[in-house]
């Protein structure tokens, strides 16, 4: 039965021992058990929570590149909200399977060609997304393992913490400018609250994305490591975050947040016309259409 994203949100709190499965935009339960046993997989992430030290990792494994489409942000979504509700969670760590890439960010086939019905449909997805993870009780660290652009970016940047592999073949920043589009007021916030607003602005009216040494050095990550060491590296601060006072971490997070997140949920109706209105626009259509040609002509 074909449910709406909000509907299954919705159900998705009653449902914290039903392993979920989203294709196509469709919900499946079956009654296996997601909390009794330590690890649960949908189709494109793979949650591995270890119970004694209260730490989940999220693997995603959408292929080719992790982009973010109304499923895999559906997906997302559901999985975050049952670690949420789960009292044995207090931390998250979020990394890629997918080779080279943590996330080439939204999925540009949901911004092209399709209808205003399933812009705003998507849009909901990306906003839900970031309000549940910048605003999330848990500590949580972007394990960075490869490029993050733009909507890859933002997932990390909604995170506590920032652990990137010093490889120079990768890259991390809102590049949005460069597809011709806009990089939206709560994405630039989250960035002004992480790297400041000189370094945003420059950042994003030129679509810059910086190599890690780069990205390390403007604030944008907070941590280099080998490569093969993020996903240590990121255990290890998970401990120390822990470690914490929770109750006095959780209210200085949300303090320094939570305007950013108020500023969003107060207009997200507005806020998806707005998307809806621009990425419809044929010049912006247009402008997504070369960017993908561009990607494809950089491949041969
Ligand atoms: C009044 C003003 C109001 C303004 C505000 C209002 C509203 C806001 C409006 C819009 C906001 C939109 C915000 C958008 C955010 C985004 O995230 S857009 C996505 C941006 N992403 C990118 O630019 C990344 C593009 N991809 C790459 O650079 C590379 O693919 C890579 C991630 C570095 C990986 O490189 P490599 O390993 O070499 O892989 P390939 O390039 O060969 O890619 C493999 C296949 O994957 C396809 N692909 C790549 N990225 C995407 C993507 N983001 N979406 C969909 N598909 C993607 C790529 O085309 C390859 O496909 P084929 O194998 O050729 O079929």
Partial sequence: QKLTFSLKIAISSSLSKIHLNVSHGRLCASSTSFSQRNN?????????????????????????????????????????????????????????????????????????????????????????????????????????????????????????????????????????????????FWFKETMVNTVGHRNTEISLELGLLYKPAEALNIGLVDQLVPEDQVLSAATQTMTKWLAIPEHARQITKSMMRKSTIEKLRSNREADIQNFVNFITKESIQKSLRMYMEMLKQKKA
């Avoid at 812009?119 to 394990?143: D, H, P, R």
Wanted: charged share 20%; hydrophobic share 40%; glycine share 8%.
């Fill in 40 to 184: 649960s997989s949908s189709a494109n992430l793979k949650v591995d929570h270890d119970q004694t030290t209260g730490v989940a990792v999220m693997h995603m494994q959408s292929p080719p590149v992790n982009s973010l489409s109304l499923d895999f942000l559906t997906e997302i979504c559901i999985t975050l909200e049952k670690l949420e509700m789960d009292k044995g969670c207090r931390g998250l760590i979020i990394t890629s399977s997918q080779p080279k890439v943590f996330s080439a960010g939204l999925d540009i086939l949901e911004m092209y060609g399709k209808s205003p019905e399933r812009c705003g449909e998507f849009w909901k997805a990306v906003q839900e997304m970031w309000l549940k993870l910048y605003g999330s009780n848990m500590v949580t660290i972007a394990a960075i393992n490869g490029s993050s652009p733009a909507g890859g970016c933002l997932m990390s940047i909604t995170c506590d913490y920032r652990i990137m592999a010093d490889n120079p073949r990768y890259s991390i920043g809102l590049n949005e400018t460069m597809l011709g589009i806009v990089a939206p």
